[in-house]
Every structure is written in structure tokens, then in C-alpha cells.
Nanobody
Framework: VQLVESGGGLVQPGGSLRLSCAAS????????MRWYRRTTGKGREMVAT????????DYTDSVEGRFIITRDNVKNMVYLQMDSLQPEDTAMYYC??????????WGQGTQVTVSS
């Protein structure tokens, strides 16, 4: 099982980034996919989640209207489009796959830094 994130980096406030997560080694369409982020001060926070078929998504309040999660069930990929980035979005971002009741897979993370 492997989840590999990419796309992080340094961006100015108001800028955009697109994170990608490549999944392999499991039946991708069985898993709800999520993006989490972790900061030193706030700990871990679930940012966005998308259903197995990609038709339903949910976001934490602080990113609603700025971030969009999508998935490609042919390519086994999940994405997080992040627009209007702010310094408080600075964090390590992790891709997560969850299958009820007890399969929980994690990537290694990609750093996003929003700073002028």
C-alpha cells in the first residue's frame, strides 16, 4: 500500500497550489479519500474528504470555498486544488485513504508554506 503526495512548496499569500496523491497497492475505489494537515500549534486537522465515487465532498470551515478535492478513479489519484492561500494554511499536508471499519492508509506528506 502506498500513497505518495506531491505539489507542495512555497507560495505567496493569495496564491494557489495543487496537491496530488498517487495511490497504489489497494482497491482505490473502496476507499474514502481525505486530505489532512498538521501544524505545530494546531495538531492534525482534516481539511477535505471525498466519497468513493467522487460525487460528494466535504471541507473544514476554514477552507470552504477556497479548496477543492477531486479524485480520478481511473488513474488512482486524488487532488487538492488550493486557491487564495493564506499564511494560516501553512502546514504539512497528508493524503489519507480510509475503508470502514479499520483500513487507514497514510502518505508521507508534502509541505505547504504560505509566506511573502
Amino acid at each position: 500500500v502506498q500513497l505518495v503526495e506531491s505539489g507542495g512548496g512555497l507560495v505567496q499569500p493569495g496564491g494557489s497550489l495543487r496537491l496530488s496523491c498517487a495511490a497504489s497497492g489497494f482497491t482505490f475505489t473502496d476507499y474514502i479519500m481525505r486530505w489532512y494537515r498538521r501544524t505545530t500549534g494546531k495538531g492534525r486537522e482534516m481539511v477535505a474528504t471525498i466519497s468513493t465515487d467522487g460525487t460528494s465532498a466535504d471541507y473544514t470551515d476554514s477552507v470552504e470555498g477556497r479548496f477543492i478535492i477531486t479524485r480520478d478513479n481511473v488513474k488512482n489519484m486524488v487532488y487538492l486544488q488550493m486557491d487564495s492561500l493564506q499564511p494560516e494554511d501553512t502546514a504539512m499536508y497528508y493524503c489519507n485513504g480510509f475503508r470502514f471499519p479499520d483500513r487507514d492508509e497514510w502518505g508521507q506528506g508534502t509541505q505547504v508554506t504560505v509566506s511573502s
